[in-house]
């Protein structure tokens, strides 16, 4: 049986960091690519970034360039999201996913068929 499982969240001060961590049972993660999505209750779910598997291609929302950054660990079958600088408008609960078929163009379309989701973990920005 195939799980994703988010871990990492939490509360913190604005202008400080977290990193998510999306680890994998039942399927090799290095196959497949994966985005990370985060939703506000009442609100569609947004892209955030998407890396292939063999990290060729790599986006990211403009809403976290230069802030976020995408890692993998290929030995422990996890990915990592680093969050810096983060603001409350980073507030939502965050949400890893994967697909065997690459980023597609559009990869931040929650509609998308991504193959599997995570279950979401909360992250909190607030002073």
């Known amino acids: 049986q195939v799980h994703l499982v988010e871990s990492g969240g939490g509360l913190v001060q604005p202008g400080g960091s977290l990193r998510l961590s999306c680890a994998a049972s039942g399927l090799p993660l290095d196959h497949y690519a994966i985005a990370w999505f985060r939703q506000v209750p009442g609100k569609d779910r947004e892209g955030v970034s998407c890396?292939?598997?063999?990290?060729?291609?790599?986006y990211y929302a403009d809403s976290v360039k230069g802030r976020f950054t995408f890692s993998r660990d290929n030995a422990k079958n996890t990915v990592y999201l680093q969050m810096d600088s983060l603001k409350p408008e980073d507030t939502a609960i965050y949400y890893c996913a994967a697909d065997l078929e690459g980023c597609a163009d559009t990869w931040y379309e929650p509609s998308l068929p991504y193959d599997y989701w995570g279950q979401g973990t909360q992250v909190t920005v607030s002073s």
């Open positions: 890396v292939g598997s063999r990290a060729t291609t790599l």
